[in-house]
């Protein structure tokens, strides 16, 4: 069994992975929209919005994201989050975890 919590006053981190356990997906965090965008090349994320509202921009399309939404953004596709609520804060899965597959925009 594994349990973590997150840190709320780092803006986003990770809970566990393969670099860690042998959990063979990539479970994170986030409770602001960092703006760094970027693209995977081998990897899907998996975007699960616990509370609060962000904007997301995907393939320079703007999606608005409330609690309960999820967003699968594919290998490729150039991805940020740009605004977000205070209350904001959203899970993300990497799968097939790739290490050094984030590519910088």
């Not at 393969?18 to 760094?36: I, L, M, Q, R, T």
């Not at 609520?85 to 597959?101: C, K, L, N, R």
């Amino acid at each position: 069994m594994i349990h973590q919590t997150p840190d709320r006053q780092v803006a986003k981190g990770w809970f566990v992975g393969p670099w860690n356990s042998g959990v063979p997906v990539a479970v994170g965090y986030a409770n602001a929209g960092v703006n760094e965008p970027h693209h995977h090349a081998q990897m899907f994320e998996i975007y699960l919005v616990a509370s609060g509202t962000s904007t997301a921009v995907v393939n320079q399309q703007s999606i608005q994201l409330q609690p309960g939404d999820m967003l699968v953004v594919e290998p490729g596709e150039p991805h940020t989050f740009t605004h977000n609520s205070e209350d904001y804060y959203h899970f993300v899965i990497q799968t097939p975890f790739a290490p050094g597959d984030k590519i910088n925009d």
